[in-house]
T-cell receptor
């Protein structure tokens, strides 16, 4: 079966850095996605990791360790608009099938 | 980036009626589209994979006669919730893979279905 774990909620301060972890145990692995979702809206793509290491894209970075079944999303210089749910999704098998974690609800405070 | 249009964004219907949700890829061709549902504060659960020109592949526990999927063209997939009941109330989201790439999935804006 597929098992993807993320913390349910996190709170951070505006301007700070926050790291959202994701661990996974899946049958097969092609890559790992991070999506941002605001309430009532569709998810938006943030990053895609296939190889081990850190991918940096502006204020957002994503890290992957395939041997450990572990990824994290790093958000720097937090802004209030970053308050959202962050979904970790693992791409398994063919056909771009994604299995989503339960999401981490991030609240950014002043 | 690629755009996926989903319509309607919100629908309220009486129990027993059928509701059709459309998902269109506006500027790319999508041989495969995916339908998800999401309950409040929960993650997306894949319901089915829609393949252009062939039958959809449903995930375990999803009733194919209840959730009819049609993918008649490379830019359009529809999900019909037949004889809707209050327990079908949920947020339904489609996504499409751009045929030319093998990475990103692009999501529609979602449909909030409320069955009274």
């Amino acid at each position: 079966g597929q098992n993807i774990d993320q913390p349910t909620e996190m709170t951070a301060t505006e301007g700070a850095i926050v790291q959202i972890n994701c661990t996974y145990q899946t049958s097969g692995f092609n890559g790992l996605f991070w999506y941002q979702q605001h309430a009532g809206e569709a998810p938006t793509f943030l990053s895609y990791n296939v190889l081990d290491g850190l991918e940096e894209k502006g204020r957002f970075s994503s890290f992957l360790s395939r041997s450990k079944g572990y990824s994290y999303l790093l958000l720097k210089e937090l802004q209030m608009k970053d308050s959202a749910s962050y979904l970790c999704a693992v791409h398994t098998g063919g056909g771009n099938k994604l299995t989503f974690g339960t999401g981490t609800q991030l609240k950014v405070e002043l | 980036g690629a755009v996926v249009s989903q319509h309607p964004s919100r629908v309220i219907c009486k129990s027993g009626t059928s509701v059709k949700i459309e998902c269109r890829s506006l500027d790319f061709q999508a041989t495969t589209m995916f339908w998800y549902r999401q309950f409040p504060k929960k993650s997306l659960m894949l319901m089915a994979t829609s393949n252009e020109g062939s039958k959809a592949t449903y995930e375990q526990g999803v009733e194919k006669d209840k959730f009819l999927i049609n993918h008649a063209s490379l830019t359009l997939s529809t999900l019909t919730v037949t004889s809707a009941h209050p327990e079908d109330s949920s947020f339904y989201i489609c996504s499409a893979r751009e045929t030319a790439t093998n990475e990103k999935l692009f999501f529609g804006s979602g449909t909030q279905l409320s069955v009274l």
